[in-house]
């Protein structure tokens, strides 16, 4: 299968689908992340708190991590327009890799450039099948909808793996307060993976998406 994980910045995938990709390439499976902003990042006050420099290094460290290919578009970290522009760019790269699944934002998320790359997504992907959601985080996951846990992988085995995904993100493991960024990632997971508690037993970690669209293959 050809697996898309479609982010507004470098490490919004690899927080919430970081496990799911690194199984789906131990499966065999092909994934591209595309991120769809430069990733800089200057705060309200002019700090500067991540260069393109930075952000380009860790996510292609990061991306080597979970074994996927790295795309980078260079639309403005805070601003990625929901438009012909936006959803041409996608246009082009869902037509040449032909995707079987499309991971994208949730569309409810409280960042505006997540947002917006939900919508470009959704519409670039008027002709494909399956397209699923994946779970906000802190600080953009603080919607005033509430994320429906629909779909679940299983990423026991993974978690390590996206936690080094994480950790390559050195800007962001400052920025977000260390381990304690780490530590708040890994216990959704852990508590996604408690939910998938069944009478075979324990998931010790998972990670979840909603639904917009999904082809049945029977
Ligand atoms: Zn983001």
């Given at each position: 299968m050809k697996i898309i994980a479609i982010g507004a910045h470098s490490d919004d995938i690899e927080i919430s689908c970081g496990g799911t990709i690194a199984k789906a390439v131990k499966s065999g499976h092909e994934v591209l992340m595309v991120v769809m902003t430069t990733s800089e990042y200057t705060n309200y006050t002019g700090k500067?708190?991540?260069?393109f420099e930075e952000a380009s290094r860790e996510g292609q460290k990061a991306a080597e991590i979970l074994g996927a290919k790295l795309i980078t578009l260079n639309f403005p970290t805070k601003d990625v327009p929901y438009n012909s522009e936006s959803v041409e760019a996608l246009d082009k790269i869902f037509n040449e890799f032909q995707p079987d699944i499309i991971l994208t934002h949730w569309p409810?998320?409280?960042h505006q450039a997540h947002r917006t790359t939900a919508l470009a997504t959704i519409s670039a992907a008027r002709y494909f099948n399956t397209i699923l959601m994946y779970e906000p985080m802190m600080p953009s996951g603080r919607s005033y909808h509430g994320f429906r846990a629909q779909v679940y992988v299983d990423i026991s085995e993974f978690n390590n793996v996206k936690m080094n995904a994480l950790k390559s993100h050195e800007s962001q493991y400052k920025k977000y307060g260390g381990d304690f960024w780490l530590g708040a990632v890994e216990a959704r997971a852990r508590l996604r993976g408690f939910e998938m508690l069944s009478e075979k037993g324990q998931c010790a970690f998972a990670e979840c998406y909603e639904v917009m669209r999904l082809e049945l293959p029977l």
């Amino acid at each position: 299968m050809k697996i898309i994980a479609i982010g507004a910045h470098s490490d919004d995938i690899e927080i919430s689908c970081g496990g799911t990709i690194a199984k789906a390439v131990k499966s065999g499976h092909e994934v591209l992340m595309v991120v769809m902003t430069t990733s800089e990042y200057t705060n309200y006050t002019g700090k500067v708190l991540r260069t393109f420099e930075e952000a380009s290094r860790e996510g292609q460290k990061a991306a080597e991590i979970l074994g996927a290919k790295l795309i980078t578009l260079n639309f403005p970290t805070k601003d990625v327009p929901y438009n012909s522009e936006s959803v041409e760019a996608l246009d082009k790269i869902f037509n040449e890799f032909q995707p079987d699944i499309i991971l994208t934002h949730w569309p409810h998320d409280t960042h505006q450039a997540h947002r917006t790359t939900a919508l470009a997504t959704i519409s670039a992907a008027r002709y494909f099948n399956t397209i699923l959601m994946y779970e906000p985080m802190m600080p953009s996951g603080r919607s005033y909808h509430g994320f429906r846990a629909q779909v679940y992988v299983d990423i026991s085995e993974f978690n390590n793996v996206k936690m080094n995904a994480l950790k390559s993100h050195e800007s962001q493991y400052k920025k977000y307060g260390g381990d304690f960024w780490l530590g708040a990632v890994e216990a959704r997971a852990r508590l996604r993976g408690f939910e998938m508690l069944s009478e075979k037993g324990q998931c010790a970690f998972a990670e979840c998406y909603e639904v917009m669209r999904l082809e049945l293959p029977l």
